[in-house]
């Protein structure tokens, strides 16, 4: 069975590229440029506060900027310039232009300074960003005699190193009737990141190392401490060959998760990068330490851009545990972007068990100026289908070599098919601005999860009919004093077998430029096919202070009251308060 489907994937693999030469080839008569980034844009759904999130890519894409990572730079500045309007807009849409520009991408550098003095057409920003968009007008334009050539000055070669140094305590304490109060967690939690750079040289070097150490006040036993990454990156001059090698997180190649290993690529032509990945997954298990039964090689071929708009991989991934196949998987991710659309797609089939293992589009439209319109579709196993799902529910075993001992490869992929469910969703975002102070949103998403068979001794589970959520929120500005910022946000869900209202209110207030002060409170009611009901309220406050430069303290406040009513027995009620608190130091 193996060998055949070896065949298989030979087969899909140079159709593959065929048909990619054919497009990229038919496409390239009309065009000639360089790879241009897009925006993957899942993270639009992510539940967290969109001053946080604006902010959070801010920096990372400054952060790119500094690291000549132009082509990063974009996608970041291009993701905020499509939130509502916020103090950043201005910023990253005029470093949105400076990042095409230093990436060679002249003509849309052109109309992006010319978007921002359109918006922005006043100050002496307008005036920098006049400037720029002279210089480039003139370097369109044919000079008159062959200037003289200059000898490039050379800088001499040097490293730069920085970092971060985290530490926050965090407390759990909950109060019931019952037994008092009664400790839940006690822990320190110790975060490094440190990174070193070669500045000044044709080839582009950093290395890097992230780890994490986790003390329990309670139960000193269940330290935990890892190195999450420890990597070294290499690109040669003109980008021909981009290396990282050591603890790293997968990025492509249909490569999931952290893991040892090496990312090499290769620029075989303008529209063509060769990618090979190989290593071993990162996990942590208590029986575990660190497996090394599985290593996996990933090769795919990356295309565009095609037509100034497309690109796209297709990957092929074999992973081996234990000397049996646990991946066996092909695919495609496709990109598209325009003014007013873009379209990321990842497909992902399996080989080894003949479906379907995931499946995802995001679709992001600018309906006009004020409006725009998000789609997420999404289809998965759950978990990932993988030969070592088998390993779920079983007593005494930890390896796949383990199940070999008594069962045969067929009976351990039917347990593997056995003890995955599918996952499916549809999610759609509509947002609008109403004015520079004010926007609404509004979501609406339908989900449901298969349930799983009773087989080797592992019990089934029982699934849920389509369970739907809709969300209506509003964004206020300026609202009790300048340039506060105010979420109103009411969700109502109908799950499998219970009904949830959920309301929040948060602002953030700059009091000055070292203080930040964000209260918020929670409301929610759950109400149970059953009768039981469950009330919820949660006041809570984080306080920021930004000492200088390089430190930075913060301090989370959390209260919450639960109120548990049973049909039968009556009300139960308990309250909970915790503390998150500890600095940040930047070097």
Request: aromatic share 10%; charged share 25%; hydrophobic share 35%.
């Amino acid at each position: 069975m193996c060998l055949n489907r070896s065949g298989y994937l030979v087969s899909v693999f140079l159709l593959s590229l065929v048909l990619t030469n054919a497009m990229a080839q038919q496409a390239n008569k009309n065009v000639n440029q360089k790879l241009i980034s897009q925006t993957s844009s899942v993270e639009f759904a992510a539940s967290q506060t969109l001053p946080a999130k604006i902010h959070s890519l801010m920096t990372q894409a400054r952060q790119a900027m500094m690291d000549k990572h132009y082509q990063l730079a974009i996608k970041l500045y291009t993701r905020v310039t499509r939130f509502p309007q916020t103090k950043y807009h201005a910023e990253a849409q005029e470093y949105l232009g400076l990042a095409r520009e230093r990436n060679g991408q002249l003509a849309h550098a052109k109309a992006e300074y010319e978007i921002y003095l359109k918006k922005y057409p006043q100050g002496k920003d307008a005036d920098r960003v006049r400037q720029r968009l002279d210089a480039l007008v003139t370097a369109f334009k044919k000079p008159r005699e062959a200037l003289k050539k200059q000898k490039r000055k050379q800088r001499t070669p040097e490293w730069q190193d920085y970092g971060i140094v985290m530490q926050f305590y965090n407390r759990d304490v909950v109060n019931t009737e019952r037994f008092g109060d009664l400790d839940v967690a006690s822990s320190l939690t110790s975060n490094l990141n440190y990174t070193t750079r070669l500045r000044n040289s044709d080839y582009r070097m950093k290395a890097n190392v992230a780890a994490t150490h986790v003390y329990d006040f309670l139960d000193s036993e269940t330290d935990d401490q890892r190195i999450t990454s420890m990597y070294y990156d290499l690109v040669t001059p003109g980008r021909d060959i981009d290396l990282r090698i050591g603890r790293q997180k997968g990025r492509s190649g249909g490569v999931i998760g952290r893991y040892d290993g090496v990312n090499v690529s290769y620029q075989l032509y303008p529209a063509y990068r060769l990618r090979v990945i190989t290593g071993y997954p990162f996990e942590r298990y208590k029986t575990v330490d660190h497996r090394k039964d599985k290593n996996f090689n990933s090769i795919s071929i990356e295309v565009g851009p095609i037509v100034d708009r497309w690109d796209a991989s297709i990957f092929f991934l074999e992973q081996v545990a234990d000397n049996i196949v646990d991946r066996k998987e092909a695919g495609m991710e496709i990109r598209y972007r325009s003014s007013a659309l873009s379209i990321f797609s990842l497909f992902d089939y399996s080989l080894e068990f003949d479906t379907t293992n995931y499946f995802m589009t995001v679709i992001n439209g600018r309906i006009n100026k004020d409006e725009r319109l998000d789609l997420i579709i999404d289809y998965r196993k759950s978990p990932f289908l993988t030969t070592t799902s088998a390993l779920q529910g079983q007593v005494g075993v930890s390896t796949l070599g383990d199940l070999l001992d008594v069962l045969t490869e067929q009976e351990i992929d039917q347990l593997s098919l056995d003890r995955t469910a599918v996952y499916k969703s549809l999610t759609a975002i509509y947002t609008r601005s109403l004015s520079k102070q004010l926007s609404i949103n509004l979501d609406f998403s339908i989900s449901n999860l298969s349930g799983t068979v009773a087989s080797g001794g592992v019990a089934a589970f029982e699934g849920t009919d389509n369970e739907y959520s809709i969300s209506a929120g509003v964004i206020a500005k300026s609202l009790l004093m300048k340039n506060d910022l105010n979420l109103f946000n009411l969700r109502n869900s109908r799950l499998a077998n219970s009904d949830v209202l959920v309301l929040n209110l948060s602002s953030r207030y700059r009091l000055d430029k070292k203080w930040q002060i964000n209260p918020a409170v929670r409301y929610d009611t759950r109400d149970y096919d059953d009768g039981r009901s469950i009330d919820k309220l949660k006041p809570y406050v984080r306080l920021k202070h930004r000492y200088d430069k390089r430190w930075q303290f913060e301090m989370d406040l959390n209260y919450e009251t639960k109120n548990t009513h049973h049909p039968l027995t009556g009300s139960d009620k308990e309250s909970s308060y915790s503390l998150y608190a500890g600095y940040i130091f930047s070097f």
